[in-house]
């Protein structure tokens, strides 16, 4: 008996052993390399208006884009696409009866991609409410019940995509959380991604699953999150980074109080002749003294300043450019976690803002892109970089205009 229960233990301890080495070493099933991912469109009327005529085909790029667009991507270099899926609708009290036709439409575009040659990210991608829809972010994370719906339209999708090929869909319970960023440092995400990755699994027991950090899933809150809490291999684990933003979102309305003064910079600073850059810094000047509130034009000129400072030499630039990756580099090594179990899920440089008459040269906004792909490929990260179209659209602008090619140019030119 003795004998027997020595035999036991042994084999026990064996098999946790190699379930640990599982959990830690092996990759996930979903791999990719360099993404693109589609535009959030909002075109459609307010929420009391929403049925099946005005929001189906879903997501909204079904309206726009067709097979020979998704094949042209592919063409460019781009071996997935992530998808954008609003929740609201699936959380609106308008579309109970769309319900299944919402889901089922889903499937059918990760499908219609899958066709295209693509591997495809289905992206839970909340934003804001507004702009005729109830329900968003805010009300997501601020309100329990509305969290808890959430997690069941997560479930219902994992659902819905649990029998596609786990080679060719996977899936990303949610988008840029917007929690914990507050300055009394609150830790509230890490116990609802858990609920959230649950919901997932339990559904969809194959595909891969696409997990981030809290606060618009910034490197350094990807470094909080202990991955040992979430006891699965098949997750890969992504980052976003628009460093440096002040480049980056030039004109953004909603960006803050400070990036609507700021247009005309270059990528990088020193690609033009210093007095050149002190024109556009005038300039900038000039209009937060004039269009800013007088309580705010100080701080918002010294912040400029600092901004400038960081950034107005080639090894400061590489310095700030670099950390983010730098960062989710050690967190992945600290916790067994393999390169390509890493992506840069979000990146890119702002075109035009919509309404406003500056346009981002594109030469500037390739030179971005091509900097940041080669970051996250010498870190051995897979890459999407935002977006097909709209304020950073690399394929179209606006009002169905044409982006300029440098940008995919760049892509279809890498080795």
């Known amino acids: 008996m003795a004998l027997l229960t020595t035999m036991i233990k042994s084999l026990m301890a064996v098999v946790l052993a190699l379930a640990a080495s599982t ?3 092996e990759a ?9 991912n589609l535009d959030q469109w909002v075109t459609w009327p307010g929420e009391d208006q929403w049925d099946a005529k005005a929001i189906l085909p879903y997501p909204e790029w079904r309206k726009f884009l067709n097979e020979d667009d998704l094949k042209a991507l592919k063409d460019a270099g781009f071996d997935f696409l992530r998808m954008p899926v609003d929740p609201s609708p699936f959380l609106s009290d308008k ?15 990760a499908r219609m991609i899958n066709r295209a040659g693509l591997k495809v990210i289905v992206d839970m991608h909340l934003i804001p409410a507004g702009g005729g829809r109830k329900i968003g972010m805010g009300e997501v994370m601020d309100d329990p019940a509305t969290f808890d719906r959430y997690v069941e339209v997560v479930r219902g999708m994992a659902r819905t995509l649990a029998a596609e090929d786990p080679e060719k869909v996977a899936f990303e319970p949610m988008n840029e959380p917007i929690v914990d960023c507050d300055s009394d440092g609150t830790s509230l995400w890490p116990d609802r991604q858990r609920k959230l ?21 910034a490197a350094s809150s990807l470094e909080k999150i202990d991955p040992k809490t979430i006891p699965d291999d098949n997750v890969i684990w992504t980052f976003h980074s628009y460093d440096p933003f002040l480049l980056t979102h030039q004109g953004a309305t909603w960006a803050g109080d400070f990036i609507p003064y700021v247009t005309g910079l270059p990528y990088p600073l020193t ?6 850059l002190d024109v556009t810094l005038d300039t900038i000047r000039a209009r937060i003294k004039a269009e800013a509130p007088w309580t705010r034009q100080n701080g918002l000129l010294a912040y ?5 400072a960081s950034m107005d030499s080639a090894d400061k630039l590489l310095g700030l450019m670099d950390a983010p990756f730098k960062a989710v580099e050690a967190w992945a090594k600290a916790n067994g976690i393999k390169p390509e179990d890493i992506t840069l899920g979000e990146f890119g440089m702002i075109r035009q803002e919509y309404g406003n008459a500056y346009v981002v040269p594109a030469e500037y906004r390739a030179a971005y892109v091509r900097d940041m792909i080669a970051r996250a490929e010498a870190h051995g990260f897979s890459w999407s970089v935002w977006s097909y179209g709209g304020a950073f659209g690399i394929v179209d602008a606006f009002n169905g205009d044409k982006a300029e090619p440098d940008v995919l140019d760049a892509i279809r030119s890498l080795p």
């Open 95 to 109: 579309t109970t009866d769309l319900r299944d036709q919402l889901y089922a439409s889903v499937l059918d575009s």
């Open 28 to 36: 996930a099933t979903f791999t990719m390399k360099r993404g693109l």
């Open 23 to 25: 959990l830690s070493g």
């Open 197 to 217: 990755f649950a919901a997932a699994r339990a559904s969809a027991t194959k595909l891969t699953l696409i997990l981030t950090g809290a606060c618009y899933s």
């Open 304 to 308: 400029l300043d600092e901004q400038v």
């Open 271 to 276: 690609a033009v002749p210093k007095a050149q």
